[in-house]
């Protein structure tokens, strides 16, 4: 598929997989995506599995280390807290900032995820800043609005070189973990519209550089539509990057 951006296709495992079967998974991808060269692909499993994977990894060329959180401080006394520097220990290159899981279960703010975001390029981690509407947010036409707050404020205080590396994954609620797909139309809506909101934030440039994922229920079905569309740039994929063969089928039938 032939892309203005190079695809980025990254597994979110969330809470799930221990050690052991953090190890199984990855070694399945390592044989089935050994071949994948034209995809940057991320694979993010909880904390505690993180160091035995980036042992796993290191023989894989083609496959990154992300992690699915971090703190927007250095050092210190906050309780349950990573900070960068503790995932850069382990190899990770990218972190995922802003999770809808996270915006409404543990209450992050646009502006605590912009903190997350610098502290993150300040570590020279690569950022992966989740935003999207819910159902009631879409049903009451306020999706552009609820964008525009998100972008702006989880990406306030970046300069134009840490916006180009940084990745922006549009996961319409409504449809993560429910089975439920943006149709590609609404998609590229989206996505077309969040690139117009970068531009209108830094310039056409850093614009056309910048990678947008979608997430939300992607599946092998769909990929290949999905990736398709101008806008699009790769996947942040939940339950189907818990098993070999969903996640390398989605990312074979995305190129």
């Given at each position: 598929?032939?892309k203005?951006?190079?695809?980025?296709?990254?597994?979110n495992?969330?809470?799930?997989?221990?050690?052991?079967e953090?190890?199984?998974?990855v070694?399945?991808?390592?044989?089935?995506?050994?071949?994948v060269k034209?995809?940057?692909?991320?694979?993010?499993p909880?904390?505690?599995?993180?160091?035995?994977?980036?042992?796993?990894?290191?023989?894989a060329?083609?496959?990154?280390?992300g992690?699915?959180?971090?703190?927007?401080?250095?050092?210190?006394a906050?309780?349950?807290?990573?900070?960068?520097?503790?995932?850069?220990?382990?190899s990770?290159?990218y972190v995922?900032l802003?999770?809808?899981?996270?915006?409404?279960?543990q209450?992050?703010?646009?502006?605590?995820?912009?903190?997350?975001?610098?502290?993150?390029?300040?570590?020279?981690l690569?950022?992966?800043?989740?935003?999207?509407?819910?159902?009631?947010?879409?049903?009451a036409?306020?999706m552009?609005?609820?964008?525009?707050?998100?972008?702006?404020g989880?990406?306030?205080?970046?300069t134009?070189d840490?916006?180009?590396?940084?990745v922006?994954?549009?996961?319409?609620v409504?449809a993560?973990?429910t089975g439920?797909?943006?149709?590609?139309?609404?998609?590229?809506?989206?996505?077309?519209f969040?690139?117009?909101l970068?531009?209108?934030?830094?310039?056409?440039?850093v614009?056309?550089?910048?990678r947008?994922q979608y997430?939300?229920s992607?599946?092998?079905?769909?990929?290949?539509?999905l990736m398709?569309l101008p806008?699009?740039?790769?996947?942040?994929?939940?339950?189907a990057s818990?098993?070999v063969?969903s996640?390398?089928d989605i990312?074979?039938?995305s190129?």
């Amino acid at each position: 598929m032939d892309k203005e951006r190079k695809l980025i296709i990254a597994g979110n495992w969330k809470m799930n997989k221990t050690v052991a079967e953090a190890l199984d998974l990855v070694n399945g991808l390592k044989r089935e995506l050994a071949n994948v060269k034209d995809v940057d692909i991320v694979v993010c499993p909880p904390f505690t599995a993180l160091c035995e994977v980036s042992k796993s990894i290191l023989s894989a060329k083609n496959l990154s280390l992300g992690a699915q959180n971090m703190s927007e401080q250095n050092m210190g006394a906050y309780t349950g807290e990573i900070a960068a520097q503790m995932l850069k220990e382990f190899s990770v290159r990218y972190v995922i900032l802003g999770h809808s899981e996270r915006r409404m279960c543990q209450a992050e703010s646009d502006e605590l995820i912009a903190k997350k975001a610098r502290a993150a390029h300040a570590a020279s981690l690569k950022p992966i800043v989740c935003v999207g509407e819910t159902l009631t947010e879409r049903e009451a036409g306020r999706m552009e609005k609820v964008l525009e707050t998100q972008v702006h404020g989880s990406l306030a205080g970046l300069t134009k070189d840490q916006m180009i590396e940084t990745v922006v994954a549009y996961e319409p609620v409504w449809a993560i973990g429910t089975g439920k797909t943006a149709t590609s139309q609404q998609a590229q809506e989206a996505h077309a519209f969040i690139r117009q909101l970068l531009v209108k934030m830094f310039d056409d440039a850093v614009a056309r550089k910048v990678r947008i994922q979608y997430g939300g229920s992607v599946k092998p079905a769909n990929a290949r539509e999905l990736m398709s569309l101008p806008d699009v740039d790769g996947a942040l994929v939940g339950g189907a990057s818990l098993e070999v063969r969903s996640f390398a089928d989605i990312i074979k039938n995305s190129i």
